[in-house]
């Protein structure tokens, strides 16, 4: 039983062009919502975050949007640059619960 | 500012042997977080601790497995015995004082190979 779902494994952009993540859940006690970028052999690094009180949250080139009655969340890059391409995974949790990750998306931008 | 460290980075042994993972988190952390990340499961909570106290094991797959905090700085992760299964990436995360709300920083992992 998956909560957090991440549909699309992989995505290819354009340098300079827009890139969108999307992440959907399944559990509606879920009010906080981050994105972690993953490097091969390292660790995740936390990106951003947005509560359930906020429909978007921006952080320089990325922003991050909550659409709570679709349960659906996104995370925009833009522009894209060749060092953003990574594993982006988002989390979602409740109060005091744990955070549930989902399988991520390789993203690729290509110069 | 150190971060979280994982030793070892890589381990590869056989089917049997006891295996145990190290963290030292971020100081000053109150929380640790103990994860696996494996192709079919992806990243899944294994255990987390507060102020050194177990809180919430219940994504330890089975006896095999444990975990001990036995002060701030230090941590292990311990599969006795091993099998090929257990094969995965492991990392440890520690967060501040917003606790499960806090961004969790990341180790680098250890990659564990069960022959």
């Known amino acids: 039983d998956q909560q957090v779902k991440q549909n699309s494994p992989s995505l290819s952009v354009q340098e300079g062009r827009i890139s969108i993540l999307n992440c959907d859940y399944t559990?509606?006690?879920?009010?906080?919502f981050l994105w972690y970028k993953k490097y091969p052999a390292e660790g995740p690094t936390f990106l951003i975050s947005?509560?359930?009180?906020?429909d978007k949250n921006e952080d320089g080139r990325f922003t991050v949007f909550l659409n709570k009655s679709a349960k659906h969340l996104s995370l925009h890059i833009v522009p894209s640059q060749p060092g953003d391409s990574a594993v982006y995974f988002c989390a979602a949790s409740r109060k005091g619960g744990k955070l549930i990750f989902g399988q991520g998306t390789e993203l690729s931008v290509k110069p | 500012d150190a971060g979280v460290i994982q030793s070892p980075r890589h381990e590869v042994t056989e089917m049997g042997q006891e295996v145990t993972l190290r963290c030292k988190p971020i100081s000053g952390h109150d929380y640790l977080f103990w994860y696996r990340q494996t192709m079919m499961r992806g990243l899944e909570l294994l255990i987390y601790f507060n102020n050194n106290v177990p809180i919430d094991d219940s994504g330890m797959p089975e006896d095999r497995f444990s975990a001990k905090m036995p002060n701030a700085s230090f941590s292990t992760l311990k599969i006795q015995p091993s099998e090929p299964r257990d094969s995965a990436v492991y990392f440890c995360?520690?967060?501040?004082?917003?606790?499960?709300?806090?961004?969790?920083?990341f180790g680098d992992g250890t990659r564990l190979s069960i022959l």
């Open positions: 995360a520690s967060s501040g004082d917003r606790g499960l709300r806090s961004a969790q920083h």
């Open positions: 947005i509560s359930s009180i906020k």
């Open positions: 559990n509606s006690m879920f009010d906080y």
